[in-house]
């Protein structure tokens, strides 16, 4: 594993303009990647297809309706639940947070799911560990990219709505592999084939508002049988808000079941998904549903860790990288690893430098 470059701005390199980058994808390792880049000197823009930024740190907001008709907000994270760290660099990020109180301590019941790990959840949603990370750099989101283009000088990024304008010294792709592999065949087949290879697991998420149930309370369950593998009180989690009498549910299907129910309808994930949860939080009795929908994710996680490859693909003489969990493991921490590697390796080539003419770096505030 490469050593993380350090979270401030450096010095000015003068007479020169900073390189231009862009950073396809804002999940943990396209922050990772794109924050150290900025500090060590480049210009950042980040693009995603999603309206935020976050990738599978995520967290949806909406209202429901109560029993007096009143709307209530609620929140679901349903992605990643939370994270853990054991490197020094992510570390430093997630100290970072405790100090400044954006990042909390979680202690789910039973006290014994998941230990020895630290459970660490970002205070305000899933998501603010990636904005934190991104902090003013330029963030392009709610269209995909659908094309990468070499032209002289560099390169040129391709979305729905047309060429972008500027024009980019490197490229990152911070991507699922599938999708990397579209934008990759036309500049690296060798790459192309590899990411098409990587297995990805989906996942149907259920989100969720009931009444109460009967029984003692927990705030992480992994069922031994069923569709269900994790089950989430999410409003027990740090910083989310409680609804008395209530109880806000993220139920996660376990890979296997996702695969076979893969292509199903919403309506009837829903239902399964419901019927499995009301026979863990209440066997043999009734939940009154308040709110419910269901989101696939189609690339959950890596289905295998890799063992012994690079935390990051980098072509100097083009100017591409790629980085994401599907190159260290399917772990928060290990995206944000992947993201630093690929930096650092970016940030020690010797690239060609535009004449300062105008214009400086932005930098990350952390």
């Not at 922050?31 to 999603?50: P, Q």
């Not at 569709?227 to 296997?256: C, F, M, T, Y």
Request: with cysteine; hydrophobic share 40%; aromatic share 6%.
């Amino acid at each position: 594993m490469l050593n993380h470059l350090p979270l401030h701005p450096p010095r000015s390199t003068a007479g020169t303009l900073p390189v231009q980058v862009a950073v396809v994808g804002a999940g943990v390792a396209g922050a990772a990647c794109a924050h150290t880049l900025a500090a060590s000197g480049a210009n950042v823009t980040v693009f995603d297809k999603s309206r935020g930024v976050g990738g599978r740190l995520s967290t949806r907001r909406t209202v429901w309706m109560d029993a007096s008709g009143q709307e209530r907000p609620v929140q679901f994270d349903h992605g990643a639940s939370d994270f853990s760290a054991h490197s020094l660099a992510f570390r430093a990020v997630v100290q970072r947070g405790l100090d400044e109180g954006w990042i909390g301590r979680w202690s789910p019941t039973p006290s014994a799911v998941d230990a020895p790990f630290e459970h660490l959840v970002p205070m305000t949603g899933m998501p603010e560990l990636c904005r934190a990370l991104l902090g003013t750099q330029d963030v392009v989101t709610g269209e995909p990219v659908t094309g990468l283009h070499r032209v002289p000088g560099g390169w040129q990024i391709e979305r729905d709505s047309g060429l972008w304008p500027q024009r980019f010294d490197q490229v990152v792709l911070a991507l699922p592999p599938a999708q990397a592999a579209a934008l990759l065949r036309p500049h690296a087949d060798g790459w192309a084939d590899a990411a098409a290879r990587v297995p990805m697991e989906a996942c149907w998420t259920l989100m969720a508002v009931t009444d109460t149930p009967p029984g003692p309370a927990f705030d992480v369950l992994h069922p031994c049988r069923g569709p269900l593998a994790r089950i989430v009180r999410n409003d027990r989690k740090p910083g989310r808000q409680e609804i008395p009498g209530h109880a806000v549910w993220v139920a996660q299907a376990s890979a296997a079941w996702s695969a076979h129910h893969r292509d199903d309808s919403p309506a009837a994930v829903s239902e399964a998904l419901r019927d499995a949860l009301r026979a863990v939080i209440n066997p043999g009795g009734a939940v009154r549903w308040c709110h419910s929908t269901v989101h696939r994710w189609l690339y959950a996680r890596p289905a295998h860790t890799p063992l012994g490859g690079p935390g990051c693909w980098w072509d100097a003489a083009k100017g591409l990288g790629v980085c994401g969990d599907f190159l260290l493991g399917p772990q928060v921490e290990a995206a944000f690893l992947s993201g630093l590697d690929l930096a650092q390796a970016m940030s020690s080539t010797p690239s060609p430098r535009r004449s300062a003419g105008s214009g400086a770096a932005r930098f990350a505030r952390m």
